[in-house]
């Protein structure tokens, strides 16, 4: 890539997106970071502000947004529960409106264009793993139909820019995915865990903590990204990225216990509405279309991630009064 290439990531300050600029900035890319900061925040783009080819714009991708851009990666949207949830028809507006908007810039200025899709397209699977050719079974009226759907949508805008208007777009089904810089107090469960470790608190496993997940690290989700938007125009996705490697939610809580060497103990809550049971990716597709695979398992993974909120509740930033 050359210089005068510039790359827009909507969402820019959240805990993907920052990763991504960094990334970005070292191939010597030109970076614009657009983000609302709903749920992003300044410090996780702080180390970013002086890098020359970095430049960061405060605005909402449901209004429109002209700028000249090569590539756009369309992150802008919360990810956690907690906080897409706090406001339902924001959360959808910014997955419907936000993708035409960035659908509009990337037809007027001929970019390509990323969407950082999820695996809850596939809601409670009945099949398992999921793979790409499933089309998932989801609630239409739920608590989490506001992200499920609006994500879902947002897929069809971008198929439908493919077909009507020839855009060239990517589409990656994410999986959960964890690291440093995840909101600190979003209710997602790796941070929840780890700061509720910390804190020597109770892990507050929802359920019996059968349901399982696959916890990706954000530097190969980041890597599976970049190679993404580098394939050949016939290379629509959408492809899955994650992290195979399928764990119980109790079996998390443990493994975090046993990392932190914390005195906290696990207690079961009511599993919320909608929760699904499990999930795992099947990555066959980005294994042969984009040779990628996941390197770094959970263990090490929470080992780089702890520290990050170490020094958060070190630095005050995580006050010892919050409730996680
Ligand atoms: P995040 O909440 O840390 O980041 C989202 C960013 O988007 C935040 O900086 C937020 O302020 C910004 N944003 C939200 N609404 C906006 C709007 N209307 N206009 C401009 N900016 C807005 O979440 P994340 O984990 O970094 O997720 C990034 C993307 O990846 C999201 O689209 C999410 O749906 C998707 N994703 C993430 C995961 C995961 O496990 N982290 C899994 C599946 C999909
Ligand atoms: N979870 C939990 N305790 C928490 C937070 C989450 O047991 O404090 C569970 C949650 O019910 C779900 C899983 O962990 O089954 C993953 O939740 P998260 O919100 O991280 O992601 P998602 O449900 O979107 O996969």
Redesign the pocket.
């Known amino acids: 890539m050359h210089l005068e290439r510039r790359v827009l990531v ?2 820019g ?5 920052s990763h991504l600029c960094e990334k970005l900035l070292e191939r010597g890319v030109q970076v614009l970071c ?7 925040a300044r410090r996780n783009i702080e180390h970013l502000l002086s890098h020359k080819h970095f430049e960061l714009l405060r ?4 209004h429109p947004l002209f700028v000249e851009v090569d590539e756009i990666y369309n ?6 529960p907690f ?1 897409y949830q706090r406001d339902p028809v ?1 959360t959808t507006k ?1 997955n419907v409106i ?1 993708a035409i908007h960035m659908l509009g810039l990337a037809k007027r200025v001929k970019a390509k264009i990323l969407q ?5 397209i596939y809601g409670d699977p009945s099949v398992h793993p999921q793979n790409e050719g499933y089309w998932g079974n989801v609630n239409p009226i739920g608590l989490r139909s506001c992200y499920d759907e609006g ?1 879902r949508c947002a897929e069809t805008l971008f198929f439908d820019y493919r077909r009507q208007h020839n855009l060239q777009i990517k589409v990656a089904r ?4 964890y690291g440093p810089r ?2 600190p107090n979003d209710g997602r469960v790796v941070s929840s865990f780890i700061v509720q470790a910390l804190l020597n608190r109770d892990l507050t496993v929802f359920g019996a903590g059968e349901q399982t997940r696959s916890f990706c690290y954000v530097d190969d989700l980041v890597d599976g990204f970049l190679r993404l938007m580098d394939t050949p125009s016939d290379v629509t996705g959408p492809i899955n990225l994650g992290n195979p490697g399928e764990f119980t939610i109790a079996e998390l809580a443990r493994e975090i216990i046993a990392l932190t060497g914390s005195r906290s103990k696990i207690i079961c809550g009511p599993l919320p509405p909608d929760d699904p049971k499990q999930r795992q990716p099947d990555i066959s597709k980005a294994s042969e279309i984009l040779r990628w695979a996941p390197k770094i398992p959970l263990q090490e993974g929470l080992r780089r991630t702890i520290p990050y909120f170490e020094r958060l509740l070190a630095y005050g930033v995580i006050s010892a009064a919050i409730s996680v």
């Open positions: 909507t969402g300050a959240g805990f993907l997106g657009v983000d609302n900061f709903f749920t992003g605005h909402d991708v449901t992150l802008a949207c919360p990810a956690s906080h924001q910014t936000g950082a899709s999820t695996s809850e994500k994410i999986f959960n995915t995840t909101h």
